[in-house]
């Protein structure tokens, strides 16, 4: 099949879909046309200023379930146009030594006010920026850092994220060979595209050529999961050309890959310029009904290649190669304690956010008053919770019923059933004994 013919499939089998009467049912913000980045519940607007204290009193006597862990590293080789975080580019490495110095000071801290020797982590995801922005030295001490505060005896995962351009050449042979040392299972590599002009407009460093020698990299250091992240709906990419990303994905040699959509709106600590750049063109982004059928093509064509979808918008050949930490805290409802300026963390009913700061001062003061660097966060109502342990599930994979009553105490037909019976009258999810989960249409 040809481009024009993926495209037109496509839209025969969204015409099926009917999605006209969804819009037209009020259930879409804006009719579809407005679009929310959410990743979690409570969301960051729910937040209100927090200390460490709410995290980690009375411990002890909150009801205890398993534990993920996150590393955020902060540095990158460029600030990308789509980047909403906090981010500092073309560091110096007596900086990133800074910095390695208060994370390292952060984890003794966390676990200590858990008390622990090491925190148990079932699955781990180190992201950032760009972890791999380290040198192969600063690499080593990072990891031997975390896993001397982290206990990764029973982790099914450890996952790193990367930049082609940091993975290349003698100096990245020896990163990926200290990251396999170490136990890093598996790879996530920021690629986002494979046309050198859009990668330009994003302000990559990479080009298409770097990606596939990344890739070449991490296959000869021996490293067996590799997935690549790929976002649609960027200015001035039309249809055709996201059809040609995806036929180039799927014919890589790796695991699998997640497709994200382009968030123009602030979602993290800081507004990335791609809200400057809508501001000031516009017409030059993909209309609502272009980016419903990219990201239909971006099921349609990966189930078709052998890539099932066994997390919304994450794609694998086997469903054990998806991450395991977004799939322990979306789906399975573990608790996460982060380290890392702007990292995330909930544990036991309390979610927190730790400071962002884009010159780190802020980050690196509260480590030395000797706190985690919390500056946000909630204390999970019970409301809060029955939401949260519906509406996270259910956007990811599926509803477990029964592990809704566990954390709950109630069902979900209690708390859920008018929204579920309104969902199911419009073909949007189904239901057995066990399980609520989105049907294609949803």
């Given at each position: 099949?040809?481009?024009?013919d993926?495209?037109?499939?496509?839209?025969?089998?969204?015409a099926?879909?009917n999605?006209?009467?969804?819009?037209?049912?009020?259930?879409?913000?804006?009719g579809?046309?407005?679009?929310?980045?959410?990743?979690?519940?409570?969301?960051?607007?729910?937040?209100?200023?927090?200390?460490?204290?709410?995290?980690?009193?009375?411990?002890?006597?909150?009801?205890?379930?398993?534990?993920?862990?996150?590393?955020?590293?902060?540095?990158c080789?460029?600030?990308?146009?789509?980047?909403?975080?906090?981010?500092?580019?073309?560091?110096?490495?007596?900086?990133?030594?800074?910095?390695?110095?208060?994370?390292?000071?952060?984890?003794s801290i966390?676990?200590?006010?858990?008390?622990?020797?090491?925190?148990?982590?079932?699955?781990?995801?180190?992201?950032?920026g760009?972890?791999?922005?380290?040198?192969?030295?600063?690499?080593?001490?990072?990891?031997?850092?975390?896993?001397?505060?982290?206990?990764?005896?029973?982790?099914?995962q450890?996952?790193?994220?990367?930049?082609?351009?940091?993975l290349?050449?003698?100096?990245?042979?020896?990163?990926?060979?200290?990251?396999?040392?170490?136990?890093?299972?598996?790879?996530?590599?920021?690629v986002?595209?494979f046309?050198?002009?859009?990668l330009?407009a994003?302000?990559?460093?990479?080009?298409?050529?770097?990606?596939?020698?990344?890739?070449?990299?991490?296959?000869?250091?021996?490293?067996d999961?590799?997935?690549?992240?790929?976002?649609?709906?960027?200015?001035?990419?039309?249809?055709?050309?996201?059809?040609?990303?995806?036929?180039?994905?799927?014919?890589?040699?790796?695991?699998?890959?997640?497709?994200?959509?382009?968030?123009?709106?602030p979602?993290?600590?800081?507004?990335?310029?791609?809200?400057?750049?809508?501001?000031?063109?516009?017409?030059?982004?993909?209309?609502?009904?272009?980016?419903?059928?990219?990201?239909?093509?971006?099921?349609?064509?990966?189930?078709?290649?052998?890539?099932?979808e066994?997390?919304?918008?994450?794609?694998?050949?086997k469903?054990?190669?998806?991450?395991?930490?977004?799939?322990?805290?979306?789906?399975?409802?573990?608790?996460?304690?982060?380290?890392g300026?702007?990292?995330?963390?909930?544990?036991?009913?309390?979610?927190s956010?730790?400071?962002?700061?884009?010159?780190?001062?802020?980050?690196?003061?509260?480590?030395?008053?000797?706190?985690?660097?919390?500056?946000?966060?909630k204390?999970?109502?019970?409301?809060?919770?029955?939401?949260?342990?519906?509406?996270?599930?259910?956007?990811?994979?599926?509803?477990?019923?029964?592990?809704?009553?566990?954390?709950?105490?109630?069902?979900?037909?209690?708390?859920?059933?008018?929204?579920?019976?309104?969902f199911?009258?419009?073909?949007l999810t189904?239901?057995?004994?066990?399980?609520?989960?989105?049907?294609?249409?949803?």
């Amino acid at each position: 099949m040809d481009v024009k013919d993926w495209i037109g499939l496509a839209r025969e089998e969204l015409a099926q879909l009917n999605v006209e009467e969804i819009r037209q049912s009020g259930v879409l913000p804006g009719g579809g046309k407005q679009f929310f980045p959410v990743i979690g519940y409570p969301p960051l607007t729910m937040f209100s200023e927090m200390d460490d204290t709410a995290l980690f009193e009375n411990f002890d006597q909150r009801p205890a379930t398993k534990t993920i862990a996150y590393g955020h590293i902060p540095f990158c080789p460029s600030r990308c146009t789509f980047c909403h975080w906090i981010t500092k580019t073309k560091t110096k490495s007596e900086e990133v030594d800074v910095y390695l110095d208060h994370l390292e000071q952060e984890m003794s801290i966390y676990r200590s006010k858990m008390g622990m020797d090491a925190i148990p982590a079932s699955s781990v995801l180190i992201g950032g920026g760009t972890p791999t922005y380290l040198s192969p030295k600063q690499m080593d001490r990072f990891l031997s850092n975390f896993t001397r505060h982290f206990d990764l005896s029973d982790c099914t995962q450890f996952s790193i994220e990367a930049e082609p351009t940091t993975l290349l050449g003698k100096e990245g042979l020896e990163k990926l060979a200290i990251m396999k040392d170490y136990g890093v299972h598996r790879i996530s590599l920021g690629v986002q595209s494979f046309d050198d002009h859009v990668l330009s407009a994003m302000g990559r460093t990479h080009s298409n050529a770097d990606t596939l020698g990344s890739i070449d990299q991490m296959r000869r250091a021996g490293i067996d999961n590799i997935f690549i992240d790929l976002i649609y709906a960027y200015p001035g990419q039309t249809v055709e050309q996201w059809v040609g990303n995806l036929l180039t994905a799927v014919n890589l040699d790796i695991e699998g890959y997640q497709l994200y959509r382009l968030r123009i709106r602030p979602h993290g600590d800081r507004d990335g310029n791609i809200l400057k750049v809508h501001s000031k063109a516009p017409e030059k982004f993909p209309e609502p009904d272009d980016i419903q059928l990219m990201k239909y093509l971006g099921i349609m064509m990966s189930e078709r290649h052998g890539y099932g979808e066994h997390q919304t918008r994450i794609f694998a050949r086997k469903a054990e190669d998806i991450s395991h930490y977004l799939r322990d805290w979306a789906c399975d409802l573990a608790d996460v304690a982060g380290v890392g300026v702007s990292s995330w963390s909930n544990l036991r009913g309390v979610f927190s956010m730790n400071v962002g700061d884009a010159n780190l001062e802020n980050y690196y003061k509260l480590v030395r008053e000797g706190k985690v660097s919390v500056n946000r966060g909630k204390i999970r109502t019970a409301d809060d919770e029955r939401r949260r342990c519906f509406i996270l599930p259910l956007k990811n994979s599926r509803v477990s019923k029964q592990l809704f009553t566990e954390r709950t105490g109630e069902t979900v037909e209690q708390c859920f059933g008018k929204e579920i019976n309104i969902f199911k009258g419009l073909g949007l999810t189904e239901e057995n004994t066990e399980h609520v989960w989105p049907t294609k249409r949803g």
